[in-house]
């Protein structure tokens, strides 16, 4: 059973989704096939997706004590339950909805002449509307809609209840294109600095003159204020939008749905390792409080599992920054929500990494031995932490031969994009040669050595297509 559809699907979810789809599976309105409860009780039960306590036969002497092993039969009701689980996304979904089906009921009570359900009905909307959690573009659709609804109520029973619905449905219409036109314009940007695909940006210029002019107005309403912010922060070399995203989303994250709020700070997050990658270090510490802040506001979770880069940058980060006993924790807390497959190289690698940073690197060659090389870059991570572990504890020897066969892994390695590869070469001679400058420092004149490695300073700095670029050159320096 561990490798099936079923477990796979239970294993993605969070401790609240198990718990709502337990209460939906007991449910007589949703599920009368009683062997299908009795299934979830008995997953539930394991201590963890891959214990032994779920392999299959054990599970059907659980469900049919008294019959044959039957693997079909087992089939069945494992069958049924997957069934159920598309039935209980299906039904989220429709809760999350609730909004558009309210809409939907306004129309329809229109249509057929149902003064009283309308009524009733925009009387739920506004009580929902109070309650509402987001403040979204879609919130603001909605709102649009509603308002529209109101208006043709009123020219059809001739009944004015109050205000301008009509202005109102506008106003609500207009948030939602601005905070549509330029969420997805900051999506294009995006996409243009990762593939240099170019774009077409009409009216951009004029809504963001828009807004400024009308930034008190603006400031209040998160669905366009953030992209606002977000689109002068990725054409604006400022700071200043920067940090006023970083506060509002610390303060109104919330405002948005899971996806969104987490998009705008990959925005954000995107943006601070920009300035890495100039040279800011000042922007180390504000990459990892970005991830700090979606950690605490669960964020980082895709569908309750936290993606293996994610949780490899936070440890590089936190080593980095030298925050030992939270990034420990970090490793050892946020290891189980890591995908099964990739969980135990990933933990190891980073385990590694951790110890590496605290000049543990006994253990750390320990760990890095265990790494199995089932993901083309952690084969690469591992190897250029070995690499700088020889370097750092002048193991000559060891660290010629390991480059010649790092040099031998990339030529025959077909899966590393082309970039990877070629920067991964210039990490390897230009480690090479800084090892032969320093073991030629007692023959070398102080001018010459001086000269030698103003040199080599100079092409390392001036490659845009080398890894570990900040670490060669603190190498080279003897820091």
């Known amino acids: 059973m561990h490798d099936s559809k079923l477990i796979q699907y239970l294993s993605l979810f969070s401790k609240q ?202 400031e209040n309403i998160p669905g366009v204020w953030f992209y606002y912010l977000v689109y002068n922060m990725m054409t604006k070399n400022q700071t200043d939008f920067y940090f006023e995203l970083k506060e509002r989303l610390k303060q109104d994250a919330a405002l948005f749905r899971h996806q969104e709020a987490r998009d705008l700070y990959t925005h954000a997050l995107n943006y601070c390792i920009g300035r890495i990658n100039t040279g800011e270090a000042l922007f180390q510490k504000e990459t990892l409080e970005l991830y700090q802040q979606m950690l605490d506001k669960e964020l980082l979770y895709l569908e309750g599992v936290l993606p293996l880069w994610d949780y490899t940058n936070i440890v590089s980060l936190g080593c980095t920054l030298q925050e030992k006993a939270w990034t420990k924790s970090f490793i050892e807390e946020q290891k189980n929500y890591l995908l099964k497959e990739v969980r135990e190289n990933a933990y190891t690698y980073n385990l590694a990494a951790f110890y590496y940073a605290q000049q543990d690197y006994s253990d750390a060659i320990t760990l890095l031995q265990k790494v199995e090389f089932t993901d083309v870059y952690y084969s690469l991570l591992t190897r250029i932490l070995l690499l700088k572990i020889y370097f750092e504890t002048a193991d000559w020897k060891t660290l010629d031969y390991f480059l010649e066969t790092f040099r031998i892994y990339l030529l025959r390695n077909k899966q590393l994009d082309t970039n990877r590869r070629k920067s991964s070469f210039h990490l390897i001679k230009y480690t090479r040669n800084i090892a032969q400058l320093l073991e030629q420092k007692d023959i070398l004149s102080n001018k010459e050595f001086q000269e030698k490695t103003t040199t080599l300073q100079k092409k390392i700095a001036a490659n845009p297509m080398v890894l570990n670029k900040s670490w060669l050159l603190a190498a080279l320096n003897g820091e």
């Not at 739920?124 to 809609?145: G, I, L, T, V």
């Not at 695909?197 to 951009?204: A, T």
Request: net charge positive; aromatic share 14%.
């Open 17 to 218: 989704d198990i718990r709502l789809f337990r209460a939906f599976v007991d449910s007589p309105y949703y599920n009368k096939h009683e062997k299908t409860k009795e299934l979830l009780v008995c997953i539930l039960k394991a201590t963890s997706w891959d214990s032994a306590v779920l392999h299959k036969k054990k599970v059907f002497a659980q469900l049919f004590p008294s019959k044959k092993f039957n693997e079909q039969h087992l089939r069945t009701v494992m069958s049924y339950l997957v069934q159920l689980i598309h039935q209980f996304y299906v039904q989220q979904h429709k809760k999350e909805e609730v909004g558009e089906q309210k809409i939907r009921l306004l129309e329809t009570a229109l249509v057929q002449d149902q003064k009283k359900l309308f009524e009733l009905t925009a009387g739920k909307w506004e009580k929902m509307c109070a309650r509402f959690p987001y403040r979204d573009s879609a919130f603001f659709q909605q709102q649009a809609r509603y308002y529209r609804q109101l208006d043709t109520y009123d020219l059809k029973y001739g009944k004015r209840i109050s205000g301008n619905y009509l202005e109102q449905a506008i106003h609500n219409f207009d948030i939602y294109y601005i905070g549509e036109k330029l969420r997805m314009t900051c999506e294009m940007l995006a996409r243009t600095q990762v593939t240099g695909q170019l774009y077409s940006f009409s009216l951009v210029d004029e809504l963001t003159t828009f807004i400024q002019h009308k930034s008190s107005e603006f």
